[in-house]
């Protein structure tokens, strides 16, 4: 009878049994969490959440990533097959960058990186940085991340970090494949500038090298624009597109002459500047001004990125 009515009064949430109680309080003081003086629980390191490696793996893995690094690594035969194609033309040969191109593996670098820096390595880094925040925002996952908890701080900083990386290779695999390709079909010749200057193969590798360098440098602040787009939206396409349109309203208004010394403060002023290294005698001062440019823009836009994420509402 005792031990029908101990069952009972448990049912009901009430243990009478003394011997009960304090197995209930043994199970407790177990199942208890421990925490730290500041709050944290016992064991929990900010370090460790969101690891580089992590985050890396992911984006590797997701098909938007392995597609634009597969057409960067397409578009140096995508080139070679225009060129050969084209070569039935008689009036081909204009002295142009078509010639530029086929003359040597160096110009045909060259012509890779010019032809695709005013459009697609610009999308590139937009796509990369514009998607990170935006995409986690839209699958809902983001309030998520935070939960663990990840610190904002580090959600931000590793991502972008990720960003970076993917960006950079992108940046850098399209040179190394030009290059290849362009000494298998058109020999390891000298760089020919639209100057005239010859540049010997081993001197041109070294300013083709530091050509994409100043690139990668240089769009750090569509990175920064993007990233920031992407943590005041939801929606991933709008974080790229805006970044996108940003860069070609910047290059439109370049072209106009009216506006003078004013096109000198638009962040795609220097784009080009890294054609100067392709010379006998290279001039710094455009270069120069092209990374100060770039790094104040990139400087702002990470910063403003960094205070609105911050303190936006992401549980909403």
Known sequence: MSKEKDVLTADHGVH????????????????????????AVAGYRADRTLRLSVELKRQLKRRRTQLVLG??????????IAFEVGSSNPNRRTGGFVDLATASAPNFVVLAL???????LPMIVALFFGDTIASESSWSSLKYLLAIPVPRHRVLRQKAIVSGLLSAAALILLPLVSLGVGVIWYGAGDAISPTGDAV?????????ALSTLYIVAQL?????????????TEAPLGAVGGAILVSILSQILDQITALGDLRNYLPTHFASSWIDLISTDIDWTNMAKGMLSSVIFAAVFFLLAGRRFATKDITS
Do not use: C, N, Q
């Open 220 to 232: 750090a602040w569509v990175a920064g624009l993007a990233l920031l787009l992407s943590v005041m």
């Open 71 to 80: 057409f960067v690594a397409l578009l140096p035969f995508i080139l070679v």
């Open 200 to 208: 010997a193969f081993g001197d041109s590798i070294v300013a083709i």
């Open 114 to 120: 010019f032809v695709s820096g005013t459009f697609l």
């Open 16 to 39: 009478t049994d003394p011997a009960a109680l304090r197995e209930l309080s043994e199970v407790a003081s177990h199942e208890k969490t421990e925490v730290g003086p500041d709050g």
